[in-house]
């Protein structure tokens, strides 16, 4: 459906065209001014040094120009040249009820849909998720969310952190406390044990044990490298090994972020993009772009516009070994081959930044993506804690996700028990279900670059611009609709009327907004403006809602209108949060 911007922007041209005025003056936004009006033309204030005339005189001369308007049903001039408008009660009612008959609400499918890959998650094997990778998780999986919904492709990739030292380190660990096992031995040439020699558990706590013991011991260190080396030139008992950590690793990781009602359809990682790097090695060189320096292999990628230094971009130590940057470097490589992406959108900490304008300048130098595709990076701040710190645990540890999922759950779940006589166990259930709501909305609310600070208190209030509002608000909705429907009436095939007063036209003016919020929220990659929609709209629905009987209204056709609006307010509500990835519970 035409967004009703649009509908009216294009009568507001016609008006402008009439009067002899450019319509490029024609643009119309929402009032800034609600109290005054609901949409507003600032356009006469412009067009006056165009035409060396008053804007008052302008904005009368457009004014005149509109005749039968179907749209308005209130259009003022106001000093020194605004335009005011109103929508026609009729016009608005109309665009609802022919929103509620439309399959996706009114939004429309992209007409070019577009192949895009987002790389989010970015956990790391083998070491706990922690509320580093949470950001990375919500703001990724709503961004895919949206993305689908508005029609395009979207292949959401967790890029898991599998190569490097920290396998090594696992290793030699391993052989340190259980040196009986047959993976050590280079000449054994059986059958490697199907169950992995250690649980999810024991490999969390293996893992930082054997760091932190590494920066003690220079020895242990070298024998962790030279295990991590073995273990990438095939040594088969060492790949047998990594097996079981991945093995372990992923269906661990699978589990938290079913958790977090996150999933992912690729599970690449980093080793999968190692085959990738002597080839792309050799074309860098071959181009001339690549050359020694110190003994290591870089690319130049500063440019002559930069206002802040851009280092050259490592390609291989001078020990031979790939980096970081390689391995995101030919995984760009891997992904063009495989899918010829359209867009890879990156969802990683804005301290990696620079990270990514290297890796993207030199993808482009060498010709790794072609002009058509796109490379975004979306950098997000830092969960604080109410000390503005990145966020602890009470002992000052960093914080498991698992754990604070638990915390809010169990905050919850407290809540929920104080504020009715339910069954446990339902209260159990529901908490789960309001707790994902409180961490990722308390989190997708802000924009995504910004640091914010995670309050437990506030984001587990029922009251204020916080998830479980949102929930609240749905809930109070269902339930008016069971009501209704328990007195033997059907929610189908009920027509929305004209609003009977104020605060039912506010609701529908929101209600009328989502097509518009919901394209320009993914053209923008924000998600927090989700978000803002919804507070709008619950706070809309909210204010009709006190304002009005609507179960023991006796105009049965009144009755049934208000049902139809509210059926609406509660699919687009659950459509939005359906995108920012949490769900509504049935009673709350
Ligand atoms: N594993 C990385 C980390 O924990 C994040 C990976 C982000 N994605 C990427 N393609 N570099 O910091």
Same mark, same amino acid.
């Given at each position: ?39 507003q033309c600032n356009g006469a204030m412009a067009a006056a040094k165009t035409y060396k005339k008053a804007p008052i005189m302008i904005a009368n001369a457009v004014v005149e120009a509109f005749s ?95 190569? %490097? ?45 054997? /760091? ?14 030279? $295990? ?13 090994? &990594? ?41 860098? #060189? ?8 110190? %003994?290591? &292999? ?23 070994? /790939? ?6 470097? $030919? ?13 890879? =959108? ?24 072609? +002009? ?28 498991? &996700? ?24 339902? $209260? !159990?259930?529901?908490? #789960? ?42 809930? !109070? ?5 069971? #009501? ?19 605060? +039912?036209?506010? =609701? ?17 990659? $924000? ?25 023991? +209204? ?10 139809? &609006? ?23």
């Amino acid at each position: 459906m035409q967004k009703i911007l649009n509908l009216i922007t294009e009568e507001m041209i016609q008006a402008f065209q009439k009067a002899g005025y450019d319509e490029k003056f024609a643009k119309v936004t929402l009032s800034n001014r609600p109290d005054l009006c609901e949409y507003q033309c600032n356009g006469a204030m412009a067009a006056a040094k165009t035409y060396k005339k008053a804007p008052i005189m302008i904005a009368n001369a457009v004014v005149e120009a509109f005749s039968g308007s179907e749209i308005f049903s209130d259009i003022q001039v106001v000093n020194p040249g605004f335009i005011n408008l109103k929508l026609n009660p009729e016009f608005l009612a109309a665009y609802l009820d022919k929103m509620q008959a439309d399959e996706n609400l009114s939004v429309e499918k992209a007409k070019e849909p577009k192949k895009i890959i987002i790389d989010y998650g970015g956990p790391n094997v083998a070491k706990p998720l922690h509320v580093g990778h949470l950001r990375s998780a919500i703001i990724g999986e709503s961004i895919k969310r949206m993305g689908r919904f508005l029609g395009h492709e979207v292949i959401g990739d967790v890029h898991l952190g599998d190569w %490097g030292l920290q396998m090594g380190l696992i290793i030699v660990e391993l052989k340190k406390r259980k040196p009986e096992l047959v993976y050590f031995d280079e000449s054994y040439t059986g059958e490697y044990p199907k169950v992995a020699p250690f649980t999810i558990s024991e490999l969390e706590e293996i893992y930082p044990a054997a /760091s932190a013991y590494s920066k003690e011991h220079p020895e242990y260190k070298e024998a962790a490298m030279q $295990a991590t080396y073995l273990l990438q030139h095939g040594h088969r008992g060492y790949q047998a090994i &990594l097996k079981h950590i991945m093995e372990v690793s992923v269906t661990d990781l699978k589990r938290n972020y079913a958790n977090l009602n996150v999933s992912f359809d690729l599970w690449k990682g980093e080793s999968d993009a190692q085959p990738y790097i002597p080839g792309m090695v050799e074309k860098m #060189k071959e181009q001339g772009l690549a050359y020694e320096d110190q %003994g290591a &292999l870089v690319v130049d990628v500063k440019e002559e516009t930069d206002t802040k230094e851009v280092p050259p971009c490592m390609i291989l130590k001078s020990d031979g070994a /790939s980096l970081y940057t390689t391995t995101d470097l $030919a995984t760009i490589v891997q992904r063009m081959e495989d899918y010829h992406p359209d867009e890879i =959108l990156y969802v990683v900490d804005k301290r990696q930044e620079m990270h990514f304008i290297q890796v993207f300048r030199c993808a482009r130098k060498a010709g790794i993506v072609d +002009e058509n595709t796109k490379l975004s990076f979306l950098g997000f701040g830092t969960m604080n804690g109410k000390d503005g710190k990145p966020f602890k645990t009470r002992e000052g540890g960093v914080m498991r &996700l698992e754990n604070l999922i638990r915390d809010i759950d169990e905050e919850m779940y407290h809540k929920i028990m104080d504020n009715h006589e339910i069954d446990p166990e339902e $209260a !159990r259930a529901t908490a #789960k279900i309001v707790g994902l709501s409180a961490i990722k909305y308390g989190d997708l609310s802000n924009q995504a670059s910004k640091d914010y600070v995670f309050d437990l208190d506030r984001f587990t209030s029922f009251e204020g611009n916080t998830g479980p509002y949102i929930l609240y608000t749905i809930v !109070r909705i269902k339930s008016i609709l069971n #009501k209704y429907q328990q007195a033997g009436n059907s929610l189908e095939g009920i027509s929305i009327h004209k609003a009977a007063n104020d605060s +039912e036209k506010a =609701l529908m003016l929101e209600v009328s907004r989502f097509n518009s919020v919901m394209e320009n929220a993914f053209e923008e990659i $924000a998600p927090h403006k989700i978000c803002s929609y919804i507070y709008d709209l619950a706070n809309a629905f909210n204010r009709f809602y006190h304002e009005t009987k609507i179960l023991s +209204e006796e105009n049965e056709e009144q009755k049934a209108s208000w049902i139809a &609006l509210l059926r609406l307010t509660r699919d687009v509500l659950e459509k939005c949060i359906d995108v920012l990835g949490f769900s509504a519970p049935e009673r709350m």
